[in-house]
C-alpha cells in the first residue's frame, strides 16, 4: 500500500514537473481585418487574437484577452481581443506564467487610411450689388481624419471678380500663408496646416463692378494627406442701383405779414375816430 501511494506521489510530482517545464511562448498575431495587407477606415473593429504556451494570461494594457479553452488546464490557447481602429499604432500584448512568473510579448502593427480633409468654399452674401463687397470663405474639414500638413492651393476667379480692397485676408489655419492682393484675380493659401478631427477656414473679401453670375471652382487642395479636389460657388451680382434724384430746390423764403401790437391798435382806432368826427362835422 505505502509503495503505491509512493508511486502515485511520484507520478504526479512528474507531471507537474513536466507541466512547470512547457516554455512560455506568444506566436501568431493575427488581426481580422488585417489592416497591414490593406488599410482601414477609422472606426474599423478588428479581432486580434494570438496564440500561447504555457501562458496562464495575456493582456493589452493590462486588461486580460479572452482565451478560448481554460488556460490552468491547457498549455495551448488561443486569446482574442477587439480594437476600434482609430490611428495607426503598434499593440502591444504581455502574456505571462502563471502567478506572473515570467512574461513575453507579441505585437500588432495597425494601419488606418488617411482620409484627405474635405474643401467646400461660399460667398457672404452671395448676392451683392456692383461695387459690393462679399467674403470669400474657404473651409477645410478634417474632421474625419489624423493631422494634415502642407496645405496647399489656388483660386483663380472668373473674368470681372477680383479681390476687393481691402483684402482683409484671413485664415483660422495653423500656420501658412493667404495671398491676396487687391485688384488681382486670384487668392491662395500655403504652408498650413489642420489638425487631428479638426476644422479650419481661409477667407478674403472680393468685388465686382460688373453686373452677372460669378461661377467660381477652385484648384485642388492638396495636403499631406491626399488630394482633396476643387471646390465651387457661385457669386451674383446686380447691376448698382441707380443714383438717387437731385433734391428739390430750395422753398422760396415766405413773405412775412405785418402785423399789430395792443399800442399800434389803439392809435390805428383813435386815429380812425379823429378821422370819423372830423367828416361828421364837416358834412354838418
Not at 512560455?24 to 477609422?42: E, G, H, R, Y
Not at 510579448?105 to 480633409?117: F, H, N
Request: proline content about 8%; glycine content about 10%.
Amino acid at each position: 500500500m505505502t509503495t503505491r501511494i509512493l508511486v502515485a506521489l511520484l507520478a504526479l510530482a512528474g507531471a507537474n514537473a513536466a507541466m512547470a517545464q512547457v516554455e512560455l511562448t506568444c506566436s501568431n498575431p493575427t488581426q481580422s481585418p488585417d489592416s497591414t495587407v490593406s488599410a482601414v477606415d477609422i472606426g474599423t473593429v478588428i479581432t486580434l487574437s494570438i496564440d500561447t504556451t504555457g501562458a496562464a494570461d495575456a493582456r493589452i494594457d493590462g486588461v486580460s484577452l479572452t482565451p478560448d479553452v481554460d488556460p490552468d488546464a491547457n498549455d495551448n490557447v488561443t486569446w482574442t481581443a477587439t480594437h476600434t481602429a482609430i490611428q495607426d499604432r503598434t499593440i502591444d500584448v504581455v502574456a505571462w506564467s502563471a502567478g506572473d512568473a515570467a512574461s513575453v510579448t507579441c505585437s500588432w502593427t495597425i494601419e488606418v487610411e488617411e482620409t484627405p480633409p474635405g474643401f467646400s468654399k461660399a460667398f457672404s452674401p452671395a448676392v451683392i450689388d456692383a461695387g459690393d463687397v462679399s467674403t470669400l470663405t474657404f473651409t477645410i474639414d478634417n474632421s474625419a481624419g489624423f493631422l494634415a500638413s502642407d496645405l496647399d492651393f489656388m483660386d483663380t476667379f472668373p473674368a470681372g471678380l477680383v479681390v476687393a480692397g481691402p483684402a482683409n485676408a484671413s485664415t483660422t489655419c495653423t500656420g501658412g500663408t493667404p495671398s491676396a492682393v487687391a485688384g488681382n484675380g486670384s487668392v491662395g493659401y500655403t504652408g498650413g496646416s489642420v489638425g487631428d478631427f479638426a476644422v479650419c477656414t481661409v477667407a478674403v473679401d472680393v468685388t465686382s463692378a460688373s453686373a452677372g453670375s460669378y461661377v467660381n471652382t477652385s484648384g485642388d487642395l492638396t495636403s499631406s494627406a491626399g488630394n482633396s479636389g476643387p471646390a465651387t460657388a457661385t457669386l451674383n451680382v446686380n447691376a448698382a442701383p441707380p443714383p438717387p434724384p437731385p433734391p428739390p430746390p430750395p422753398a422760396a423764403p415766405a413773405i412775412p405779414i405785418p402785423s399789430l401790437d395792443r399800442i399800434g391798435l389803439g392809435v390805428m382806432v383813435l386815429m380812425l375816430m379823429a378821422f370819423g368826427l372830423r367828416y361828421w362835422r364837416n358834412m354838418g
